[in-house]
């Protein structure tokens, strides 16, 4: 099995190649930039449902340390005061560190349901839903570099399933790069379940909807361009009075 730093180095270098092609296509250096961080903390998320070890608890601390500040934007566009900021900020950091990363210990097992396909889906749409912007381009970057370096973990396990010198395949395989599980069925109910209801969160976000419908209109070529009217300018009437105009008789 890849060890930490097999997954770290692996969704790095991804990143990096998003960032490149990122900044090929336009987004801004900044942008790529995030985009490449994300990528390589998604290649760590998959060890998330490890019972113990320092890659857990580091993940744990980053996730807690880097959502909060992809949501800054946001909770300053809600227009919360600087003071209210910081402790939505806080709380965030507390509920992800404590709550959230405790329970989802005790929820989940190793190469379980958080090993598979509709997982990463589930964290990219997570994070196009919590990053900040108003355009939609920078949040699908970013949104996809995650599930790339999701992805990239889930690659890399299902490859070391595989015993390339006595040319046979490991119990392992298939634990990883999945859609569902056969051992219990709560997991495959939770886990579609959350992409039903991340998927219709995602529909009904202002942003995402407007520029998924754009995007799809340029795409289909349905996008009509702009007409633009030619205003006349009114010329005045002269030599005219209000005793010229004609009276109409009762």
Same mark, same amino acid.
Request: glycine letters at 10%; aromatic letters at 6%; one cysteine or more.
């Given at each position: ?7 770290? &180095? ?17 987004? +801004? ?14 290649? *760590? ?9 320092? +890659? ?11 959502? +909060?500040?992809? *949501? ?11 003071? &209210? ?6 709380? *965030? ?67 070391? &399933? ?57 795409? &289909?070529?349905?996008?009509? +361009? ?25």
């Amino acid at each position: 099995m890849p060890g930490f730093t097999t997954h770290i &180095s692996a969704s790095a270098t991804l990143g990096a190649g998003a960032a490149l092609a990122g900044y090929s296509a336009g987004l +801004p250096l900044t942008t790529c930039a995030v985009g490449a961080g994300l990528c390589t903390i998604g290649g *760590m998320l998959p060890d998330l449902d490890g019972d113990t070890g320092v +890659p857990v608890r580091e993940t744990v601390h980053l996730v807690a340390a880097v959502v +909060p500040v992809l *949501m800054l934007g946001s909770l300053q566009a809600a227009g919360l005061d600087r003071e &209210s900021v910081v402790l939505a900020l806080a709380g *965030m950091y507390v509920l992800i560190r404590f709550g959230l990363g405790e329970w989802f210990k005790r929820v989940t097992v190793h190469r379980g349901m958080w090993h598979s396909i509709p997982a990463a889906l589930n964290v990219g749409i997570i994070a196009l839903l919590i990053c900040s912007g108003e355009d939609i381009l920078p949040r699908a970057f970013k949104a996809g570099a995650v599930v790339i370096g999701f992805l990239s973990h889930l690659v890399l396990d299902e490859l070391a &399933s595989i015993d390339l010198f006595r040319l046979k395949v490991k119990e392992s395989s298939g634990t990883a790069l999945k859609l569902w599980t056969t051992k219990h069925w709560w997991p495959n109910v939770l886990t579609y379940g959350l992409l039903a209801v991340l998927l219709f969160s995602a529909s009904q976000h202002p942003v995402i909807r407007e520029g998924t419908t754009a995007w799809w209109a340029r795409v &289909s070529g349905d996008e009509r +361009p702009a007409v633009e009217l030619e205003v006349q300018p009114l010329t005045p009437v002269t030599g005219a009075s209000l005793r010229d105009v004609p009276t109409v008789p009762r």
